[in-house]
Structures are given as C-alpha cells and as structure tokens.
C-alpha cells in the first residue's frame, strides 16, 4: 500500500495520509495554505513563511521510504484546491 508522506520542515516528524484529499484538508483545516510553489527536488515551499518554508511531500511506502514524487496530476489537484479555498476565503472578507 502506499501512503502520502509529509513533513514540515527538518525538525518535524513524517506523518502519513492515506489518500490525497487528506493532505489537502489538513493544508487548509489546519495551516489555512492558499497557495504553494512546487520543487523540482520533490515537496513544496510555502510563499510568506519564514520558518519550516519547505515542506517534503510524497509517495511512500509504511515505513516512509520513497516510492515516488506526487505526479502532475496530483499536484494540479492540490493547486486546484488551494485555489478554491482561496476564492472562497477572499469572498469571506468581502
């Protein structure tokens, strides 16, 4: 089985999700992300932050060893999500 793997900067411990829509909803419900730009060495930045900037995501097996990097596919879901979340939260304050 494969599991997706995140870890917020490198004194964070790896937690896994077993399935997209939950990296997704933990990146809004808990961080409120709007947006993030992708590396090309895997994972992510967050644009703004100052601390724990880069974030390490993907595909792994249950003991966190590499697979693989999220596919296009996956990462146009994620910015797909974001970008909702952050109309939404733009009609909010208006």
């Known amino acids: 089985m494969e599991y ?3 870890r917020w900067g490198d004194n964070a411990e790896y937690n ?3 399935s997209l829509d939950n ?4 990146l809004i419900d808990h961080y409120e ?6 590396r090309p060495d895997g994972g992510f930045e967050v644009p703004g932050w100052r601390r724990l900037n880069y ?3 993907f595909v792994g097996d249950k003991d966190a060893q590499i697979i693989r990097d999220l596919t296009p596919d996956e990462k146009e879901e994620i910015d797909d999500a974001l970008l909702d979340f952050r109309r939404k939260k733009r ?3 208006y």
């Open 16 to 18: 896994d999700y077993d």
């Open 91 to 93: 009609n909010e304050q």
């Open 4 to 6: 997706f793997w995140m």
């Open 33 to 38: 992300i709007t947006e993030v730009n992708w």
């Open 23 to 26: 990296v997704i909803d933990h």
């Open 55 to 57: 974030v390490s995501l």
